[in-house]
């Protein structure tokens, strides 16, 4: 399988964070994998954010600005975080893992570096 983040690298605070991960080699829906989230910033290190699988998890602290979604006829998942501020800063990863929610993925995408700053 492969993966591979897109988006804007560039966000103003306020703004909503829209990134996709394209899956090459591997079906998303109906797989039994679980497909995530996961960013690296300055202050919080690597940090599962949320993922997909039979249903949608988010983690408690993303919960209020995260929507997580799939688009099954291009075999793409997305992210959408709103209300960005500088510490969201970081690179935005996505994954998948045989072994449930967390940073344990065993294939990842090689990801994205996104900046938020006016």
């Known amino acids: 399988v492969q993966l591979l983040e897109s988006g804007p690298g560039l966000v103003k605070p306020s703004q909503t964070l829209s990134l996709s991960c394209t899956v090459s080699?591997?079906?998303?829906?109906?797989?039994?994998?679980?497909w995530s989230w996961i960013r690296h910033t300055v202050g919080k290190g690597l940090e599962w954010m949320g993922g997909?699988?039979?249903?949608?998890f988010y983690s408690p602290a993303l919960n209020s600005r995260l929507v997580i979604f799939t688009n099954a006829s291009n075999n793409q998942f997305h992210l959408e975080l709103t209300s960005m501020v500088p510490e969201d800063t970081g690179v935005y990863y996505c994954?998948?893992?045989?072994?449930?929610?967390?940073?344990?993925?065993?294939?990842w995408g090689q990801g994205i570096q996104v900046t938020v700053s006016s």
């Open positions: 994954c998948r893992s045989a072994k449930g929610w967390g940073v344990n993925c065993g294939s």
């Open positions: 080699d591997g079906a998303i829906v109906g797989s039994y994998y679980s």
């Open positions: 997909l699988s039979f249903s949608v």
